[in-house]
T-cell receptor
Framework: DAKTTQPPSMDCAEGRAANLPCNHS???????VYWYRQIHSQGPQYIIH???NNETNEMASLIITEDRKSSTLILPHATLRDTAVYYC??????????FGQGTTLQVKP | DTAVSQTPKYLVTQMGNDKSIKCEQN?????MYWYKQDSKKFLKIMFS???????INETVPNRFSPKSPDKAHLNLHINSLELGDSAVYFC?????????????FGEGSRLTVL
């Protein structure tokens, strides 16, 4: 599975959009981009995933660049409850998720 | 109803003891996993079972023995516990024999070895 690079931490003002970047320059053609988050002391929670098209669900939007070497997770209106560690994972759908260090997002009032 | 439930939530024990953590999912999934999160917060896969059959074993010491009595349950038994086994253990489940990366995780079981 391809390696991902994320900034270690980010801040966001409550009510504003949070844009979390991820680089995955070695992604191969059959690998998907998945995003998970882990709120303190809880299990990881699936957010969204995509192959090459942009995706949106009730939680977030995922923007994948045309060359698929990077992506951005967008939380459109961040709330304090969105404070968490966000993980970008590239996987070939083997069920084996390799978690990196992720980005700690702090949403501030 | 909790989708993926683990028991116990907390476990404190002495080195050398044997302990088990149980996991049950009521999502109708066919694949279950154990992940370990160490003190540095890295999450690593340990095992995966599909329909009671082991499909992923990430070179975990053989003191760790997963057991899947049916596809809704995956238990983790640990023999001769060591200090380095202290961690949070997460159970997860998914559909499609692991061919989807959409996993549902439990709340974790924090194991402390003294």
């Amino acid at each position: 599975d391809a390696k991902t690079t994320q900034p270690p931490s980010m801040d966001c003002a409550e009510g504003r959009a949070a844009n979390l970047p991820c680089n995955h320059s070695t992604i191969s053609g059959n690998e998907y981009v998945y995003w998970y988050r882990q709120i303190h002391s809880q299990g990881p929670q699936y957010i969204i995933h995509g192959l090459k098209n942009n995706e949106t669900n009730e939680m977030a939007s995922l923007i994948i660049t045309e060359d698929r070497k990077s992506s951005t997770l967008i939380l459109p209106h961040a709330t304090l409850r969105d404070t968490a560690v966000y993980y970008c994972i590239v996987t070939g759908n083997t069920g084996k998720l390799i978690f990196g260090q992720g980005t700690t997002l702090q949403v501030k009032p | 109803d909790t989708a993926v439930s683990q028991t116990p939530k907390y476990l404190v024990t002495q080195m050398g003891n044997d302990k088990s953590i149980k996991c049950e999912q009521n999502l109708g999934h066919d694949t279950m996993y154990w992940y370990k999160q160490d003190s540095k917060k890295f999450l690593k896969i340990m095992f995966s079972y599909n329909n009671k059959e082991l499909i992923i074993n990430e070179t975990v010491p053989n003191r760790f023995s997963p057991k899947s009595p049916d596809k809704a349950h995956l238990n983790l038994h640990i023999n001769s516990l060591e200090l380095g086994d202290s961690a949070v253990y997460f159970c997860a489940s998914s559909l499609a024999g692991g061919r989807t990366g959409e996993l549902f995780f439990g709340e974790g079981s924090r194991l402390t070895v003294l």
